[in-house]
């Protein structure tokens, strides 16, 4: 099929891209950037006026809640649901029921995403057995059915020798271990500690669950040599140390979620549910921190954590609340807010550009070539290149609203008054390969 998208602009943040034109696709793929050939006939032309033609976002974690946790979450909503974001592209995290510690599950999971063609899937494989932190996954079967790294989610490894030999393991065949720093006795409790968690009085999570376990991972990277994606930083010395690590050079990565960047712990107010998240919370240093550290690289890219909960697990006690919130919808435009793309009628060329290299070509290079043949052409905006496309108004304002989510979880902290957020930018096409996954807007012919 041949597909005109005219009179849009065109933003690339990998190239710099940012003109208006037309991007024209065939078979999946974009054929001219700009200005289509002559003799190119289009089977459907697309109004694109007044909006933005980006690369499709690509989200580095999201948990579809399939297999085992189909109340929460299917795979069929939650895909929609990302392409309702304009992420086309989605990494999903191992923690299901069964995990995904054998190749068949994977295999299943990426069949079914396919044969749903919403959203392109790429899976993260545990890296221990049953997420147990005793024995090391077949990573290699693993690889061979599609993971592009491996992960214990949540469920810290206590034992560091284990940790070791699997990092060791990985790095013998240039495996990625996607890894969130918390120590496993100092990170159980329900809210960041301090002040407001010491009123409210919360069980806390000191900002040294997370440092330790950032030191003890760098110095096993030393060791190893492993590959490490540090997974959502919460604070400001979590920042620091990732600074530093990537200034020895070391093969670290890391990324920030859209709940950490833009609240705070004072945001729980008197026990709102919808804030229980985990990392939890921080103070505003440290929500500064973490926007300072993706504004200079330091952060590789913006996540949304998207985890759906159930209205059950959620409308409890603060302490007993399931943590977890719905992001994947929200990922744009909090990055627009972030950057602070969101602001006029047609969005300051540096600010977009900002926004959208966190959510496009930040995460792309953290995936590398575990992206496989999309590894040239992801989160960009390229002739030859696949046709994973986001169009979007950045001057539409929206409020978050249950009603207006397509996830089948419904709880957000973006959702409350309390938090004052008001959104802008909304999606209006997307592209997987050239096919429409979501589209809610532009007129056509």
Not at 228 to 246: F, P, T
Request: aromatic letters at 4%; hydrophobic letters at 40%; a negative charge.
């Amino acid at each position: 099929m041949k597909i005109l998208i005219k009179n849009g602009r065109l933003v690339d943040p990998a190239s710099g891209l940012d003109q208006v034109g037309d991007l024209a696709i065939t078979s999946g793929r974009i054929s001219a950037i700009g200005q289509p050939n002559a003799d190119f006939m289009a089977d459907r032309v697309i109004d694109a006026t007044g909006l933005i033609v980006a690369p499709g976002l690509v989200d580095l974690a999201a948990r579809l809640r399939e297999p085992g946790y189909e109340h929460e979450g299917m795979l069929e909503s939650e895909l929609a649901a990302a392409a309702a974001g304009g992420v086309t592209s989605v990494v999903c995290l191992p923690d299901t029921d069964p995990t995904l510690d054998e190749p068949g599950l994977v295999e299943m999971l990426k069949l079914r995403a396919r044969k749903l063609s919403r959203c392109r899937l790429f899976p993260l494989g545990a890296l221990t057995r049953g997420l147990k932190g005793e024995t090391l996954t077949e990573m290699a079967e693993l690889h061979e059915a599609g993971c592009v790294g491996y992960s214990q989610a949540e469920v810290p490894i206590k034992d560091t020798q284990v940790l070791q030999r699997a990092m060791l393991y990985a790095s013998t065949f240039g495996y990625t271990v996607w890894l969130r720093p918390q120590d496993a006795w100092l990170g159980k409790g329900v809210a960041a500690s301090g002040p407001v968690a010491t009123r409210l009085g919360l069980s806390g999570v000191p900002v040294s669950a997370e440092t330790i376990a950032i030191h003890t991972i760098v110095e096993l990277v030393r060791a190893t040599g492993a590959r490490v994606h540090l997974c959502r930083i919460s604070s400001a010395a979590g920042v620091e140390l990732v600074r530093q690590a990537k200034a020895q050079k070391l093969p670290i990565t890391a990324d920030v979620s859209i709940n950490s960047l833009l609240l705070t712990d004072v945001d729980i107010g008197y026990f709102n549910s919808a804030m229980r998240v985990t990392p939890p919370l921080r103070q505003g240093r440290d929500r500064d921190a973490l926007q300072a550290g993706l504004l200079d690289g330091t952060l590789d890219a913006l996540v949304s954590d998207h985890t759906p909960v159930s209205e059950d697990e959620k409308t409890l006690p603060f302490g007993e609340a399931e943590p977890g919130a719905t992001g994947l919808e929200l990922l744009l435009s909090l990055a627009l807010k972030w950057a602070g793309a969101d602001q006029n009628d047609q969005p300051d060329a540096a600010k977009l550009r900002r926004a959208l290299a966190a959510v496009t070509t930040g995460p792309v290079r953290v995936l590398g070539e575990s992206l496989g043949s999309l590894s040239s052409s992801a989160g960009r905006l390229v002739t030859g290149g696949v046709a994973d496309v986001c169009v979007f108004d950045p001057t539409h304002r929206w409020q978050v609203t249950p009603d207006a989510l397509v996830s089948q979880g419904k709880h957000t902290p973006f959702a409350f008054e309390s938090t004052g957020f008001d959104l802008a930018g909304k999606v209006r096409l997307t592209l997987v390969a050239g096919q429409v996954a979501h589209e809610g807007g532009p007129s056509a012919a």
